[in-house]
């Protein structure tokens, strides 16, 4: 059994800086893989970072290249996604999600590819830039 618990969400101006964080517990390395989603309003669920759950470098969307980064020096046990210079198109509700079996690398290159394999979803975090 997964546990993905999201916080760090909230209201920010644009140009300002958040980090969210996702705390996993339970068997997290049943899964391949973690990844941040977002959803804005009237927008698709969008996949931004995605990496293995033994580590390695993260894989970004083109959307959020250079302003989201997944930190090195989190926490175990802990995805956090630290964004800086926000924009009002950054508004969404954030997810945190471990991945089946599809590379990190395919979550993001792969338009709704985690509709076609197993991913446990947090609850998830919301950020409205203004």
């Known amino acids: 059994h997964v546990q993905l618990v999201e916080s760090g969400g909230g209201t920010v101006q644009a140009g300002g800086s958040l980090r969210l964080s996702c705390v996993a517990s339970?068997?997290?390395?049943?899964?391949?893989?973690v990844a941040w989603f977002r959803q804005g309003p009237g927008k698709e669920r969008e996949a931004v970072a995605a990496?293995?759950?033994?580590?390695?470098?993260?894989y970004y969307a083109d959307s959020v290249k250079g302003h989201f980064a997944i930190p090195e020096d989190s926490p175990k046990n802990t995805l956090e996604l630290q964004m800086v210079n926000l924009k009002v198109d950054d508004t969404a509700m954030y997810y945190c999600?471990?991945?089946?079996?599809?590379?990190?690398?395919?979550?993001?290159?792969?338009?709704?590819?985690?509709?076609?394999?197993?991913?446990?979803w947090g609850q998830g975090t919301q950020v409205t830039v203004s």
């Open positions: 990496l293995y759950t033994g580590g390695g470098s993260p």
């Open positions: 999600a471990a991945t089946g079996d599809v590379p990190p690398e395919d979550i993001i290159a792969v338009p709704k590819v985690w509709e076609t394999i197993d991913v446990y």
């Open positions: 339970g068997d997290i390395y049943m899964y391949n893989g």
